[in-house]
């Protein structure tokens, strides 16, 4: 199967994404074909919600919207030209995480990408969007049909490509030693201010702390403020997320976390759908965002740089994340900063 009958067949996906969250396309060819889809999709988008609460119909619409516009035959041109097809495809087992919508699709387009075939061990968290991102591909032509297999396990892979927490990294480095992997553990982001940030920058801000209720990697969880720094400006420009608070979940987290603080006497900063808490640590809990003050922005670089194995993005003026985009990768963005088509491409 050739690596351009592949790129219509995701440029299709992802076309169809931009019909359903933005009713346009960037030519109509397919316009009856996603128009038959539309209404049985949509009826799979609540049923995710219902299967995983987490999954709103506005995180979700999110993150489709977010596919249709970086799937481009440019964008996927531009991307794969530096990297080769094979003629050989191997068996490439993908492990899923569920914490976000569709957080395993990277690595299902990279396999395919690379001319390997994708056997596909989805989350219990997100198996409808997955699911349904899987049968639509398959159905585009009957030699991706071959190329993209759903298993409950792993069986007998060449190599494989594992998300999961930290307990279960431990045990996929043990299963898998014997073949080449990528192991994804726990990571989580943070941003750094500099006491200059206008109010929309820190309007931004909110987008990548309370995007996907804070669940993704690319989430912040900590802020670095420099000594002296008026808290009250940050939740001020958060104030437009409080609806939040009106999620079960989301809210029962809230709730608990702020009931342990105060049975325990810590001190805390409350907005009533966001706690702002002063700690060293990196991860924080739903509901809470960890803070640090500095005095030296030279320490806070070092520190960083101690901990870049536990740091998927630094949001920040001057800093490699601009704030309001960690929810809005691009195709070359990859996780943990393996290229997972360099791994691919030297199997």
């Given amino acids: 199967m050739s690596i351009s009958t592949r790129i219509s067949a995701i440029y299709d996906l992802g076309q169809f994404f931009k019909f359903i969250t933005e ?6 060819n397919n316009l009856a074909k996603y128009k038959y889809f539309k209404e049985d999709f949509l009826a799979k988008l609540k049923l995710a919600e219902l299967q995983n609460p987490w999954f709103t119909q506005e995180n979700l619409k999110f993150c489709l ?13 531009k991307w794969l030209k530096s990297y080769p097809y094979t003629e050989n495809p191997k068996n490439i087992g993908i492990v899923m995480a569920g914490n976000i919508p569709l957080v395993g699709f990277h690595d299902l387009v990279t396999v395919l990408f690379s001319g390997n075939h994708a056997m596909v061990k989805t989350s219990s968290k997100d198996q409808v969007l997955m699911e349904f991102v899987l049968n639509y591909l398959k159905e585009f032509d009957d030699d991706l049909n071959d190329s993209i297999q759903k298993v409950e396990r792993l069986g007998k892979v060449d190599a494989v490509i594992a998300t999961g927490s930290n307990n279960t990294a431990r045990y996929f480095e043990y299963y898998f030693k014997e073949i080449p992997h990528i ?7 943070v941003a750094v201010l500099n006491g200059n940030e206008s109010e929309e920058e820190l309007k931004k801000l909110g987008e990548d702390i309370f995007r996907y209720f804070g669940l993704g990697c690319r989430n912040v969880t ?12 940050i939740f001020e420009a958060f104030y ?7 999620h079960t979940k989301y809210a029962n987290n809230y709730d608990y976390n702020r009931a342990i603080y105060l049975m325990e006497q810590q001190a805390f900063l409350d907005n009533n759908f966001l706690m702002l808490k002063a700690s060293k640590e990196l991860h924080s809990p739903i509901g809470v965002v960890h803070f640090e003050y500095y005095q030296n922005l030279d320490e806070v670089k070092k520190e960083l740089e101690s901990h870049q194995e536990k740091i998927q993005c630094v949001v920040g003026n001057g800093f490699e994340i601009p704030f309001g985009q960690t929810q809005k990768p691009s195709l070359t963005d990859y996780a943990d ?3 997972t088509m360099e791994f691919l491409g030297n199997i």
């Avoid at 437009?240 to 009106?246: A, F, H, S």
């Fill in 337 to 339: 900063g393996v290229d």
């Fill in 222 to 233: 900590k802020l670095y403020l420099p000594e002296g720094y008026n808290t009250d400006l």
């Fill in 65 to 77: 919207a977010q596919w249709g516009k970086i799937l481009t035959i440019e964008n996927l041109e």
């Fill in 240 to 246: 437009d997320w409080n609806p939040i608070i009106n």
């Fill in 183 to 189: 192991i994804r553990k726990n990571r989580t982001s």
């Fill in 23 to 28: 009713n346009e396309l960037d030519n109509k």
